[in-house]
């Protein structure tokens, strides 16, 4: 399985300003994708990370909100724009590996807005 | 919309006993199987992946599938109490991951 990592890995911030979540791999990854997870809430799929061309988002989630950027194979950020407290969540980056089909997550990040 | 269904629980079992999960998906597609177990404040971990019918075991855990019923579930044999989780049933097609609200899970002791 692939080794993940997020950084930050929590953070509090103030409303309005915009925060960058960067994911980053040990190993070339095939698909990665940003998730939200609300209290005691299932995953909520953001988008769908591609490298070298604009994200795929899911309904409901837009490009100016939740700008996406995968420069390589390893490397992805998730920048959550003019923050709302409705934004506080946990932001989990996610992979599939190379010749499978499993995905693994991320340690996620988890955002207060205030 | 695909849809997986998953019973919320919580299911409380005695330590020691056999805990079983369920899971229903919608999709006649599917073709990928998963669970993922989540600790309170920590991120989903594989734990199981079946991809035909049948039983797969790994350990304690054995992962059921049968398509022609669109359902998926996971057996923990021996439940102990660091199996009280949340445990995730996930299901693909030809897009992203599909989840389960997820079903909680209490071992008592």
């Known amino acids: 399985s692939a080794v993940i990592s997020q950084k930050p890995s929590r953070d509090i911030c103030q409303r309005g300003t915009s925060l960058t979540i960067q994911c980053q791999v040990d190993s070339q990854v095939t698909m990665m994708f940003w998730y939200r997870q609300q209290p005691g809430q299932s995953l909520t799929l953001i988008a769908t990370a591609n490298q070298g061309s604009e994200a795929t988002y899911e309904s409901g989630f837009v490009i100016d909100k939740f700008p996406i950027s995968r420069p390589n194979l390893t490397f992805s950020t998730l920048t959550v724009s003019n923050m709302s407290p409705e934004d506080s969540s946990i932001y989990l980056c996610s992979v599939v590996a190379s010749n499978s089909y499993e995905q693994y997550f991320g340690p996620g990040t988890r955002l207060t807005v205030t | 919309q695909k849809e997986v269904e998953q019973n919320s629980g919580p299911l409380s079992v005695p330590e020691g006993a056999i805990a079983s999960l369920n899971c229903t998906y919608s999709?006649?597609?599917?073709?990928?199987f998963f669970w993922y177990r989540q600790y309170s404040g920590k991120s989903p971990e594989l734990i199981m992946s079946i991809y035909s019918n049948g039983d797969k075991e790994d350990g304690r855990f054995t992962a059921q599938l049968n398509k022609a019923s669109q359902y998926v579930s996971l057996l923990i044999r021996d439940s102990q109490p660091s199996d009280s989780a949340t445990y995730l049933c996930?299901?693909?097609?030809?897009?992203?991951?599909?989840f389960g609200k997820g079903t909680r899970l209490s071992v008592i002791a």
């Open positions: 996930a299901v693909k097609s030809a897009t992203p991951l599909v």
């Open positions: 999709d006649r597609g599917s073709q990928s």
